[in-house]
C-alpha cells in the first residue's frame, strides 16, 4: 500500500458518512433524552436541549397511569404464543415441502408462498366477521391465530431456503442409524436448522410487535390492547401537554427491541444478507 | 430412505394445522373479501346482493379518488426513496467505510426494528409546532432559519411529503443491508481490473455495479412496494389521515367506509382494489427482470 495522505474528497466523504449517522441516530437518541425532561423543560428550553437531569416519574407515569404496563405484557404474551407456533409450523411445512416425498409438495410449497401477495387490508373485513360471529372478538385467542396464519407464507419462503441446502446424507445417514421421521426432525433437522429459526423469530418479532391494524380492529378492551395500540391512544389519555410521559411510553415500546437488536444484530443481518432474502 | 420421508402420517401432522390456519385465516378470507364486495351494507342489518354496484360506485367516489391518489403519490416517493437511498448507503458502507464498519451499520440500521407507531409518535413530536417547536422546527429556529418553522404535518402541501420521509428514514437500512449483500459478492478483481482500465466511478457504477445488482434491485423494489401499498399504521400514527384527507391513504379510506360508515360491502371492494393493486404493482416490476434474462 502507499502513503495515504488526506485528500479533499476524503474529508468530504467523512462528513458525508458523519451526516447519515447522525440522522439515523440523532432521532433515537433524542427520544431517550426528552423521555427523562420535566414538562416544564420542553417550554423554556428548545427541544434538542439535553435534559436537566433524569426526571424518573415520566417512565413511572407512563407505566401505570398510561398502562403501558399492562400493554407491554400482553403484547409480550401475544407475540410469545405466535412465535412459537410460527417458528414450529413453518419449520415442519418447510422440511415436508423440501426433504420428504409427496406427490402435492410442490403444490403446496407454492400455494403458501401466495399468502406473501396478501395485503393484510384485503383480509380484514372478513377476519372480522369470523371472529364476531364465533364471538372471539376481544380475546386473545382471535389475535394470536390472526398473528400465527399471517406469519406462515413468509416464515416457510425463509426456512425452505435453508431446508433445500439440507445435505441429504445427514438424513440418509440418520435413518440408517435406526432415526424414525419424529426423531429425525428432533434430533438431527431442528438442530441443524437454528439459524433459520433465529431469522425468523426476529423477523417475526418486529412483525408481530408492530402489528396495529389487526390489534385496534379485533380488540377493544382494554385490558387485552396491545403496546401500540395503547401508544396510538395515549395522547387523549395524557393530552398533547405532557410530553415527557408521552416520550417515556415511546420508549419503554422501543427498549426491547433495541436490546434484542443488540443481541442478535449480526445473526439478523448476515440472516439477510447470505441468502434467503436476496431472491 | 423412502419409508421414513414418506412417511403420510407425519406429512399430514407437519402439514395440517398451519394448512388449516392458512386456509382459514389468510386464503378464504381473500376470497370472501371478494364476495363482500357484490353486497351492499353490513351484514345482518341490511346486506343486499347488489352485483357491481359497489364497483360502479368507485368510479364517481371522489373521496376515493383522492385516497387513491395519495396512495400512488406515496408509494412511488417512497418506494423509489428507500431503494436509491438504500443503495448510496449500502455502496457507502462497501467502497467508503474503513473504520467503524460494523458500528456504523449497525447504527443506520436502528431505524428499522423501531415499532411504526412509536416512530410516528416520534416524528409527531419531530415536526410539532404547538405548544412547543419540534425538534426539526427548533433547530430551524435555532440555525437562524425562522421563516423555515411551519406546521409540517399541519398543513396539507407538506403533510404527505413528511409522511414520506418518516417512511424513509425507517426502511433505508433494511434496503442498504440487502443491497450490500450483493455488493460484497461483486469479487475485488473485477472492481480493480476495471480501475486499473481507467474506470471512473460513476462509469464503474453505470457499467458494472448496477448490472450485476439488477436482481437484488428488482428485489428490493418488489419489497418496498408490498411494503408501500398497504400504508396504514405508520399514516395513522404520524397524521391519522389529516389535515382533511391530504394523508388518507386507501387502506385507511377501507377502514373508515366499513368500521364507522358501517358499509362492508363498499369497504370490500375497496379492499380488491388494494389487492389488485399489489398484484399488477408486482407484475409490472417483475416485467423489467424477464426482460433482459
Partial sequence: MEKKTITPVDVIKKIIIALVVIVDAYPIFWLFTCAFKKSSEFVTKPSFALPEGLYLKNFSEAWTRGNMGLYFRNSLIYTALALVFIVILSMTIGFAVTQMEWKMKNFFADFFLLGLMVPVATALLPLFQIYNNTGLTNTRLCLVLTYIAFGLSLSIFLVTGYMRSLPREILEASVIDGCGIYSMMWHIVFPLMKNAAVTVLVLQFFYKWNDLLFSMTFISDSKLKTIQTGLLYFENEFGTKDWGAIFASIAISVFPMLIIYMILNKTVIEGMTSGAVKG | ?293
Fill in chain 2, 1 to 293: 430412505m423412502k419409508h421414513v420421508l414418506g412417511n403420510k402420517k407425519a406429512i399430514a401432522l407437519f402439514v395440517v394445522p398451519g394448512l388449516i390456519l392458512y386456509v382459514g385465516l389468510v386464503f378464504v378470507p381473500v376470497i370472501w373479501s371478494f364476495v363482500y364486495s357484490l353486497y351492499s351494507g353490513t351484514p345482518g342489518l341490511s346486506w343486499s346482493f347488489s352485483g357491481l354496484k359497489n364497483y360502479s360506485k368507485l368510479l364517481i367516489d371522489s373521496k376515493f379518488h383522492e385516497s387513491l391518489m395519495v396512495t400512488i403519490r406515496y408509494i412511488l416517493t417512497t418506494m423509489l426513496g428507500m431503494v436509491v437511498l438504500g443503495l448510496a448507503l449500502a455502496m457507502m458502507y462497501r467502497f467508503w467505510l474503513v473504520k467503524f464498519k460494523n458500528l456504523i451499520r449497525t447504527i443506520t440500521f436502528f431505524p428499522v426494528i423501531l415499532p411504526t407507531v412509536a416512530v410516528g409518535q416520534l416524528f409527531r413530536k419531530i415536526y410539532e409546532i404547538q405548544p412547543n417547536y419540534g425538534l426539526l422546527n427548533s433547530i430551524l429556529d435555532a440555525i437562524g432559519l425562522h421563516d423555515l418553522v411551519q406546521p409540517w404535518i399541519g398543513q396539507a402541501s407538506t403533510a404527505l411529503g413528511c409522511l414520506s420521509v418518516m417512511d424513509i428514514w425507517v426502511s433505508v437500512g433494511f434496503y442498504a443491508v440487502i443491497f450490500y449483500g450483493g455488493l460484497i459478492d461483486i469479487p475485488d478483481d473485477i472492481i480493480e481490473a476495471a480501475k486499473v482500465d481507467g474506470c471512473s466511478s460513476w462509469q464503474m457504477f453505470k457499467n458494472i455495479i448496477f448490472p450485476l445488482l439488477r436482481p437484488i434491485t428488482i428485489t428490493c423494489l418488489v419489497f418496498a412496494f408490498a411494503g408501500t401499498v398497504k400504508v396504514f399504521e405508520s399514516a395513522i400514527a404520524l397524521t391519522n389521515g389529516g389535515p382533511g384527507s391530504a394523508t388518507t391513504t386507501l387502506s385507511m379510506y377501507m377502514y373508515n367506509v366499513a368500521f364507522e360508515y358501517r358499509n362492508y360491502g363498499y369497504g370490500s371492494a375497496i379492499a380488491i382494489v388494494i389487492f389488485l393493486i399489489c398484484i399488477i404493482g408486482t407484475r409490472i416490476i417483475r416485467f423489467f427482470d424477464v426482460k433482459e434474462a
